[in-house]
């Protein structure tokens, strides 16, 4: 762990403001957006040594903070771009070119200034006989904190953590309680909390510290190889290869039936295969008025077993009482779960360029959809729409404007392609 150097560090959030002349007063401040997704991911700037003869490229925005905060911004076009919140740590080496590519974004980024250190820097490239993708730091890493989260990013809806089981663990309860110590005592309010767990510590000697993480979290997402990394398998199917659909709902039925008292998704990432989401079911009660719930009434002159005149469904009601004895059975609502494949947005390979960071903007898409009141499963169909930019390119994808003022990335609109993969699903 870097330390934090806090006292090398000045911070500044992005605000637009509006000057006219110095015999003017400056127009007020707006008032701080109100964040539906924000991201504990680190920024890095890449270098991307690719397989000759691909040229090799330099000084590229990377990292799991920028990718997922893309895919968030994705889906918010401006006023909505101040709806994304991300945090970048800038060191003296940092190029003027990438701060002018974010600030077109208009996001509400926070930026950290340290001239005393670089900037978080790391290589992606090939290794091995099998041309295995490899990244390793090259500069020293800095990663968030809870207390990192400053202003309006703290009150965010939507919580990216990409960290270990642990850590996330300690991250859900540093977050919970800052939200809870600036709340009044009626505004408090829990953040939708989307954990992508880190690559390296998917073992199974993390396994047990998965499923304790699993109940603080709405949303656990690895990808198909980190799934099998818990569960001491590879996650291929022996005979062809490729990824295992079959091992990766294996692993998911054994990680739901670890909790079958909790509420959490599980949303797998598998590549060319697309996304798999598993979510436990059972019962939830419903938000009625208390003047409808009725006290159960005890029976009286009867003891023991059933009785000819036994109002079975009455009996069977009773187990369904909450600590307080009270029963409404209109308020019990029965969740079958989800199980359910979705597949990739892309179905041609040659489509895809650079998977480099095309899983954190998947979680940045799904999180603003979530965020926004989309259910499960339409949220991951943002998050596969998302994710369809980030891959058809070295680097991010290319922000336009058409002739009506409509934004565009890579040329197309967003929610066109989310209607053309809707129809097409």
């Known amino acids: 762990m870097e330390p934090n150097d806090a006292e090398n560090v000045s911070e500044k959030a992005v605000v637009q403001t509006a000057r006219d002349g110095d015999d003017h007063e400056a127009e007020p401040e707006a008032e701080p957006a109100a964040i539906d997704f924000v991201t504990m991911g680190m920024f890095i700037i890449d270098d991307i040594d690719f397989i000759p003869p691909t040229p090799s490229v330099k000084d590229i925005l990377g990292g799991a903070g920028t990718y997922s905060a893309l895919g968030a911004r994705l889906f918010s076009p401006p006023p909505l771009a101040s709806s994304v919140g991300w945090i970048v740590d800038r060191g003296s080496d940092f190029p003027e070119k990438l701060t002018t590519l974010i600030d077109s974004w208009e ?72 939200r809870k110590a600036a709340a009044d005592s009626d505004s408090y309010s829990r953040p939708i909390f989307i954990w992508e767990p880190v690559p390296d510590l998917c073992t199974p000697d993390e396994l047990l510290n998965c499923t304790n993480t699993l109940p603080l979290v709405d949303i656990c997402s690895p990808n198909h190889s980190e799934l099998a990394g818990f569960m001491g398998d590879d996650g291929l199917d022996p005979e062809t290869g490729e990824i295992s659909t079959k091992a990766v709902e294996r692993s998911c039925e054994q990680l739901l039936a670890s909790m079958p008292l909790q509420s959490f998704t599980l949303v797998i990432r598998a590549g060319e295969k697309g996304c798999y989401i598993a979510k436990n079911g059972g019962r939830k009660r419903q938000k009625t008025p208390a003047a409808k719930t009725k006290r159960r009434k005890k029976e009286v002159g009867h003891h023991g077993g059933l009785q000819p005149d036994t109002d079975m469904e009455a009996l069977f009601a009773g187990l369904l009482q909450d600590e307080d004895g009270f029963v409404a059975r209109e308020e019990i609502e029965v969740d079958p779960g989800i199980e359910r494949w979705i597949p990739a947005f892309h179905r041609d390979s040659s489509n895809v360029v650079d998977p480099t960071g095309g899983g954190n903007t998947f979680l940045g898409g799904l999180g603003a959809g979530l965020a926004r009141g989309e259910s499960i499963e339409d949220a991951v169909l943002w998050g596969a729409i998302a994710a369809s930019f980030a891959i058809e390119q070295v680097g991010v994808p290319e922000r336009s404007v058409d002739d009506e003022g409509e934004e565009l990335w890579n040329g197309q609109k967003v929610l066109d392609r989310l209607q053309e993969f809707k129809e097409r699903l």
């Open 107 to 178: 996001t509400s980024v926070v930026y950290r200034d340290d001239s005393q250190r670089l900037t978080t820097r790391g290589w992606n490239g090939y290794e091995g006989t099998d041309e295995k993708r490899a990244f390793k730091y090259l500069t020293p890493k800095k990663r968030l904190v809870a207390a990192d989260l400053t202003g309006n990013l703290l009150q965010a809806k939507a919580v990216h953590l990409i960290c270990s089981p642990t850590r996330a663990q300690e991250l859900v309860k540093d977050i919970t309680a800052m």
